[in-house]
């Protein structure tokens, strides 16, 4: 991916695994250089192939994003209930199609039982410590959730707290949240 590329400047998403439920929460910022476009952005979104339910947030381009997004929706109704698979199976062609390996993104993706990260580099991450980040503010925000793990605090709780102090930190990241959850609890 190209060093100029400023679309890595401009989302936080975070994911919490806590009690038999994934949190996840994208803040709505979306930066074009260092000007803010729009502050209300949805960057996590609710899928559902095949009756299936799949959260995911990106990071990145939003059209390369989408496209992103199509493409697991199409695995996941080729593989029913396999997020593993499909995401395996995206991450293959993500680094071996000429159309998609200029998609420049990532993904966190959960079913609620399973929570991956998936880039352009034929990556398919299972964080440890229950809680991935990515994005220009996510070092921030998964340190912060890593340190509220600690804590009573439910998923969302831990969530909407690291993506605050994120947001204090990190100048293109804002408060404004969409958060999702899925799975027991």
């Known amino acids: 991916m190209s060093q100029d590329f400023p679309g890595w400047h401009g989302t936080t998403i975070l994911a919490v695994r806590r009690g038999g439920r994934v949190v996840v929460a994208g803040d709505g910022q979306v930066s074009l250089g260092q000007t803010v476009i729009k502050g209300t952005a949805r960057k996590v979104r609710r899928l559902a192939p095949g009756g299936a339910e799949v959260v995911a947030g990106f990071a990145g381009s939003t059209a390369d994003a989408f496209t992103l997004l199509e493409r697991l929706e199409k695995k996941l109704e080729a593989a029913p209930g396999q997020l593993q698979r499909a995401a395996v199976d995206l991450a293959k062609d993500w680094r071996t199609d000429k159309y998609l390996q200029k998609l420049e993104a990532m993904l966190i ?47 969302e709780a831990i969530a909407r707290r690291a993506m605050a102090i994120a947001a204090d930190i990190c100048v293109y990241t804002n408060g404004a949240l969409t958060v999702e959850s899925i799975g027991d609890g």
């Not at 890593?146 to 439910?154: A, I, N, P, S, V």
């Open 109 to 155: 993706v959960t079913d609620g039982r399973e929570l991956y990260v998936i880039t352009g580099a034929g990556d398919v991450l299972e964080p440890e410590h229950d809680a991935a980040a990515i994005g220009s503010g996510g070092m921030y925000a998964l340190a912060a959730a890593r340190g509220l793990m600690e804590t009573d605090l439910d998923a």
